[in-house]
């Protein structure tokens, strides 16, 4: 079975510095790859998406990723965290012949030290 | 505003009780889908929907019913429910593969 693998459940850095959560997904075809946010007692909000365009990919609130192909990863980074950054991060994959399903990482709950 | 509108926001319900999650969506769109989010398991497709008419199970349907008879609406019908029924449910919508999905709200679900 397809699958995804967030490689911290929890992240913690001080505000200024910078943010780097950890995605790898199993070898498929067509994927297509999101990172979601999801604040306390919050939806989720769209973060980014990689769909077989450019590799690197800019997301709101400064945040990119990066799709490597050989390494079945796509890591989340931000230059410097800020304290509003301090959410639940889900890295979510799409295969090509899913018709749209996504599967979920277990998510990374990232803390911002001031 | 535009979006996906998941009723209610809480609900605490009796093993046994039977009840419906609502979900609209005003985007015109033709995928639509169920999860359910669990403490350190993120989040699990229950059914999901690529159009009027159509439905198929994700992961984990057991205990759960769905129709689609409009774009718009896809609710979520628990049968009879149990206390593993307690957790958090989102519905999504999107415009098709790869494009990313909008989410509800969410809907919170306590079985006692």
């Known amino acids: 079975a397809q699958s995804v693998t967030q490689l911290d459940s929890h992240v913690s850095v001080s505000e200024g510095t910078p943010v780097l959560l950890r995605c790898n997904y199993s070898?498929?075809?067509?994927?297509?790859l999101f990172w979601y946010v999801q604040h306390p007692n919050k939806g989720l909000q769209l973060l980014l998406k990689?769909?077989?365009?450019?590799?690197l990919v800019k997301g709101i609130n400064g945040f990119e990723a990066e799709f490597k192909k050989s390494e079945t990863s796509f890591h989340l980074t931000k230059p410097s965290a800020h304290m509003s950054d301090a959410a639940e991060y889900f890295c979510v994959v799409s295969w090509g012949t899913s018709y749209g399903k996504l599967t979920f990482g277990q998510g990374t709950i990232l803390t911002v030290h001031p | 505003n535009a979006g996906v509108t998941q009723t209610p926001k809480f609900q605490v319900l009796k093993t046994g009780q039977s009840m419906t999650l609502q979900c609209a969506q005003d985007?015109?769109?033709?995928?639509m889908s169920w999860y359910r989010q669990d403490p350190g398991m993120g989040l699990r497709l229950i059914h999901y929907?690529?159009?009027?008419?159509?439905?198929d199970q994700g992961e984990v349907p057991n205990g759960y019913n769905v129709s689609r008879s409009t774009t718009e609406d896809f609710p979520l019908r628990l049968l009879s429910a149990a206390p593993s029924q307690t957790s958090v449910y989102f519905c999504?919508?999107?415009?098709?593969?790869?494009?990313?999905?909008?989410f509800g709200s969410g809907t919170r679900l306590t079985v006692v």
């Open positions: 999504a919508s999107s415009t098709g593969t790869g494009r990313g999905y909008t």
């Open positions: 985007m015109n769109h033709e995928y």
């Open positions: 990689y769909t077989s365009a450019a590799t």
């Open positions: 929907s690529v159009g009027a008419g159509i439905t």
């Open positions: 070898s498929s075809y067509s994927p297509s």
